[in-house]
């Protein structure tokens, strides 16, 4: 028992004081943290079980300039202050190279002073605009904003010559971020705002608002969420006899808000990713059998993929693709590399990142898509 | 405007009649022990997630229903048998605690077991809309709101009319006493539980064609069903039914009328006077404190 514990303490000391060669066998070591369990688990959870898959295929095949890639990762159960933390254990303590994650924006924003301040590249999995804008040296990200969601719908609008629109959206963080790109954006468009309303994400009838609505002139409504909420919308639209096209929000591209609407979702037009429409988009399409080899894999192990883990595939393929540009786990380099990342083809759309955009996507990584037949439907 | 406001009040009485159907099952367990039983969301979850996953596995919806408010009651039995019954003796809030836990633990289980998807239950006799007036209602509503007045008279029956009903009470009343005049409290409490879990389930049922379901669906049912049953006075079936509509309507005018954005805080503003002025409900009994 004694000499266990020697044996321990002594090897401790020596992995401590480094005396362990440091060869290229070494694995590169990537830091995540995910929001797993918790309120945006459905992002979260998908996003783990890519980079799982991703990790072990790239290991077997492998690794990435011969070496293997260890995946540290911790759930922060969308909590912010925990997200802190665990940011600061992967720096310090798992000496990380590279860190993907923080699957919601209140846990990435949390985590940049931390991360600007040791230096590490870090890929965000988040929505918010705010994270890559103003730019910050270390910081990138790979999921839509929520202002690219707001454009695409307002230039479909632009398109069918609607000026008027009412919005109704809930009072959650998502919601309402996308509320306030919907207002500040819809100027630009020619588009006024004649209706504003709200509703708890956790309600079951919002006819009492959308009757508000329909005694409005609107031309159009735009319901900004995600969850159940949504669908409740769409019904009640429907039960009131509404007969206006009704815009939702990327957060509902999911086979869940047609079965939960049912017939009432027919028309519903939503800027998704193309992801969830990758059957259909034209063989002359790159990013085609990108979106279709990612699904079929997703799909072989885990069931129905999600836009959101399609997120997690793009961060992570970015950094493997940088790294092995830079030849190495070096921070710096693979900062610059991943800045210079140019025509990546992924899950989003296409990656054209620079000095000025660490985002790197345009408005075509949105498709507008149409619920028909209780499908999605590219429109035109 | 006049139309308008009918579709407030359509509104409001459809999601009155959820709480309401909701806060009834509050009742059982109340009268039977004080305890108010913060599960008793999770047993309305419960119902309409177990229905759910039945239907999946083929069952037509009326087996599926009924098999769901079985199982749901089982499982009322055995929280009572295996949480509340270990604690006898302890005092009524410690009791309220162990629901708390239970309804932790149960929304755990429903978790684990099918996930955190949302569902929906097909309504049960269509989706087109009924006109009234300038206002339209689904039909669901009137199954909800016509379901709740059948409970309200059962439960009101079973309270006042039948032998166990009033032996239940008199549990609540004086437990020793009870006991004494040869009531089995123990089996009482089993029995409060069932069926109280049983009320949930159905409730849970009727309302998810409406509001959906997921496992963490009984939270919000829950609460807003426990302030119906507070306003109208816990205990007393139709109190929980009147503060219900109240409370929808309240929400569905505050909305409506005022701003969308206050209508919790309009709902919530008149529970908090309610409780300050009539702190046993508008149709509470009046109790003195018992020594």
């Known amino acids: ?380 | 405007m006049p139309e308008q406001l009918l579709q407030f009040l359509a509104t409001g009485v459809t999601v009155g009649s959820i709480y309401a159907l909701v806060g009834l099952g509050f009742a059982l367990i109340y009268n039977a022990s004080d305890v108010v039983n913060f599960a008793q969301g999770e047993f309305v979850m419960l119902g309409a997630m177990t229905t759910v996953a039945l239907l999946g596995a083929g069952l037509p919806l009326v087996l599926a229903a009924v098999v769901a408010t079985l199982l749901t009651a089982l499982v009322g039995l055995l929280l009572e048998r295996f949480a509340i019954e270990p604690a006898a003796g302890a005092s009524v809030v410690s009791t309220i605690i162990i629901t708390i836990g239970a309804a932790i633990f149960l929304r755990g289980g429903v978790l684990l077991l099918w996930g955190k998807g949302f569902h929906a239950l097909p309504p049960f006799t269509g989706d087109t809309p009924i006109r009234l007036g300038g206002a339209t209602l689904l039909p669901q509503s009137l199954w909800v709101l016509g379901v709740t007045a059948l409970l309200v008279a059962l439960v009101h029956a079973f309270f006042n009319r039948t032998l166990l009903g009033k032996a239940l009470l008199a549990c609540s009343f004086n437990r020793n006493a009870a006991q004494l005049v040869g009531i089995n409290v123990r089996v009482m409490l089993r029995l409060a539980y069932a069926l109280s879990a049983a009320l949930g389930a159905l409730a849970g049922i009727l309302v998810a064609p409406i509001t959906f379901t997921s496992y963490e669906a009984g939270v919000m049912l829950g609460l807003k069903g426990f302030s119906a049953a507070i306003v109208g006075g816990i205990g007393n079936p139709m109190g929980a039914v009147a503060g219900g509509l109240l409370l929808g309507v309240l929400e569905s005018l505050g909305a409506g009328l005022i701003s969308s954005g206050y209508k919790d805080a309009i709902a919530f503003l008149f529970v908090l006077m309610v409780l300050f002025f009539e702190p046993t409900g508008l149709f509470g009994h009046k109790t003195a404190e018992r020594v």
């Open chain 1, 1 to 380: 028992m004694k000499s266990k514990v020697w044996k321990t303490i002594l090897a401790s000391t020596l992995l401590l004081a480094g005396v362990q060669p440091a060869g290229a066998a070494d694995p590169i070591k990537l830091g995540s943290f995910l929001a797993v369990t918790g309120p945006a688990s459905f992002l979260g959870d998908p996003e783990l079980k890519t980079l799982q898959m991703l990790v072990e295929e790239i290991n077997a095949k492998g690794g990435v300039k011969g070496r293997k890639i260890e995946l540290v990762h911790y759930d922060t159960g969308g909590k912010a202050q925990d997200a802190v933390g665990f940011v600061k254990r992967l720096i310090r303590n798992d000496q990380v190279d590279i860190l993907v994650g923080g699957t919601t924006s209140g846990d990435t924003l949390a985590v940049i002073p931390e991360v600007e301040k040791a230096g590490i590249p870090l890929v965000s999995l988040a929505g918010a605009i705010e994270i890559v804008e103003p730019v910050k040296e270390w910081v990138f990200k790979t999921a839509h904003t929520d202002r690219m969601a707001a454009a695409k719908i307002f230039e479909d609008l632009r398109k069918l010559g609607l000026t008027k629109v009412a919005l109704i959206g809930g009072d959650g963080g998502f919601d309402k971020s996308g509320h306030e790109q919907l207002l500040k954006l819809a100027p630009d468009y020619g588009i006024s705002i004649i209706a504003d309303e709200s509703y708890g994400n956790k309600d079951t009838d919002m006819t009492a608002q959308l009757t508000k609505i329909r005694a409005s002139d609107a031309q159009a409504v735009i319901n900004f969420g995600f969850g159940q909420a949504p669908a409740i919308v769409t019904k009640n639209m429907k039960q009131l006899g509404i007969d206006l096209p009704l815009y939702q929000s990327h957060g509902v591209a999911s086979k869940t808000f047609i079965e939960l609407a049912g017939e009432a979702a027919e028309g519903v037009r939503l800027p998704a990713a193309a992801l969830v429409v990758a059957e259909q988009l034209p063989d002359t399409d790159p990013q085609k059998p990108v979106l279709l080899d990612y699904k079929k894999r997703f799909e072989a192990k885990y069931g129905p993929v999600s836009t959101f883990g399609g997120h997690a595939y793009d961060g992570l393929m970015i950094v493997v693709a940088a790294i092995e540009r830079a030849g190495g786990p070096d921070k710096a380099k693979v900062r610059d590399e991943i800045e210079k990342t140019h025509g990546f083809i992924g899950t989003a759309g296409v990656f054209n990142m620079g000095p000025e955009d660490h985002m790197g996507l345009n408005l075509d990584a949105f498709k507008m898509v149409e619920i028909r037949g209780g499908a999605w439907k590219i429109v035109n």
